[in-house]
């Protein structure tokens, strides 16, 4: 059974940074894009970053010079550093990814379970 789990989240102050990981673990015969979402208290889902499988990326305009993402495709993994953290940075931050499975090698959509950024003094 194909799942993303990530880690990474927790608590930071101001101006700090974290790194997020995601990996893509099971009978995975590819991955496509993956990327990071977010969803703050009483707001929706928005989309942080992306990357597709030849290192491609595209940023929310608040995160842009301050996030990066990257990805290592030997280890269906995905990355997200942050740096120069706000408060407004606070969320559930999600990974997502269009990956085939071997079991019919068609591309579905992969959510994380999520996890936490709390940025606060």
């Known amino acids: 059974q194909v799942q993303l789990v990530e880690s990474g989240g927790g608590l930071v102050q101001p101006g700090g940074s974290l790194r997020l990981s995601c990996a893509a673990s099971?009978?995975?015969?590819?991955?496509?894009?993956m990327g990071w979402y977010r969803q703050a208290p009483g707001k929706q889902r928005e989309l942080v970053a992306h990357?597709?499988?030849?290192?491609?990326?595209d940023y929310a305009d608040s995160v842009k010079g301050r996030f990066t993402i990257s990805r290592d495709n030997a280890k269906n993994t995905v990355y997200l550093q942050m740096n120069s953290l706000k408060p407004e940075d606070t969320a559930v931050y999600y990974c997502n990814a269009d990956l085939a499975p071997y079991s019919d090698f068609r591309l579905y959509n992969y959510w994380g379970q999520g996890t936490l950024v709390t940025v606060s003094s």
């Open positions: 990357i597709t499988s030849d290192h491609s990326t």
């Open positions: 099971g009978s995975i015969f590819s991955i496509n894009l």
